[in-house]
T-cell receptor, first 115, second 112 residues
């Protein structure tokens, strides 16, 4: 079974703090993704990575950065947390098939509250 | 452009059929997917359909694709309380970095 784990289920941080969200997958997947989920807006892609040290911006990268030093780990960084970054953050991974069905495997999510 | 829309909420009685609808705008999408998110959990792939198909059945689930109208639906037969969840449709065009574009999600509430 594919497993995607996220370091925290719930986090409470203060405005201006630097926040690290960690994601680890155990299936040797090339692709990893960070989304945020907000009611009525669905999932929006923040950043994704298709290989170690490679990253690409998604639809809403502002205020975020990422790091992929090892294949299994993809970190999302909020350099200076703001209240509008209060959200559910979901990590996902998938293999690079280049064709066929794209199955993304999701972690359980981290619910972040910024005060 | 890329935009996937769904209605936000659907309420059905246990035993009835549920139909969740989705419209998308990118006609070059290769695959279309349905994901399920149970309370407090991440998303899980339910089923998918290739863009050259118009129907796919998998036990209680039936996916219908109308490519001309860019309309996708998920029918759940004999809906159970355990089907209560948020359902997301998603589209992709394939390729090595196979990004998914997700819809807004439909919350399905099953009344006993």
């Amino acid at each position: 079974d594919v497993k995607v784990t996220q370091s925290s289920r719930y986090l409470v941080k203060r405005t201006g703090e630097k926040v690290f969200l960690e994601c680890v997958q155990d299936m040797d997947h090339e692709n990893m993704f960070w989304y945020r989920q907000d009611p009525g807006l669905g999932l929006r892609l923040i950043y994704f990575s298709y290989d170690v040290k490679m990253k690409e911006k998604g639809d809403i990268p502002e205020g975020y950065s990422v790091s992929r030093e090892k294949k299994e780990r993809f970190s999302l960084i909020l350099e200076s947390a703001s209240t509008n970054q209060t959200s559910m953050y979901l990590c996902a991974s998938s293999s690079r098939t280049g064709w066929g069905v794209e199955t993304q495997y999701f972690g359980p999510g981290t619910r972040l509250l910024v005060l | 452009g890329e935009d996937v829309e769904q209605s936000l909420f659907l309420s059905v009685r246990e035993g009835d059929s549920s139909v969740i609808n989705c419209t998308y705008t990118d006609s070059s999408s290769t695959y279309l997917y349905w994901y399920k998110q149970e309370p407090g959990a991440g998303l899980q792939l339910l089923t998918y359909i290739f863009s050259n198909m118009d129907m796919k059945q998998d036990q209680r689930l039936t996916v219908l694709l109308n490519k001309k109208d860019k309309h996708l639906s998920l029918r759940i037969a004999d809906t159970q309380t355990g089907d209560s969840a948020i359902y997301f449709c998603a589209e992709s065009k394939g390729g090595a970095t196979n990004k998914l574009i997700f819809g807004t999600g439909t919350l399905l509430a099953v009344q006993p």
